[in-house]
């Protein structure tokens, strides 16, 4: 996994900070979070889902969910 993914990294620091934990979180063990490219497509719905929101979906695979929202409406968007 790509150290500079800033959806895992957020995802590792709302588990307890270490892969281990965020393994027992998703109930895998840590040498699979350490193979992942990316964060595979189900990993980032439970990781959303088990982190109450915390972590989207989007933050994680955004080239699958689009790009996280940064909660300001783009002008001429309905709000």
């Not at 990294?9 to 979070?33: E, F, H, M, T, V």
């Amino acid at each position: 996994m790509d150290a500079d993914d800033p959806g895992l990294a957020k995802a590792r620091q709302a588990a307890g900070g270490r892969n281990a934990d965020l393994a027992r979180l998703l109930g895998i063990s840590p040498s699979a979070i350490s193979q992942w490219v990316r964060v595979p497509y189900r990993r980032a719905l439970q990781i959303e889902a088990r982190t109450a929101g915390r972590v989207t979906r989007a933050e994680l695979r955004p080239d699958l969910f689009g790009e996280p929202a940064t909660g300001v409406a783009e002008r001429g968007a309905p709000a």
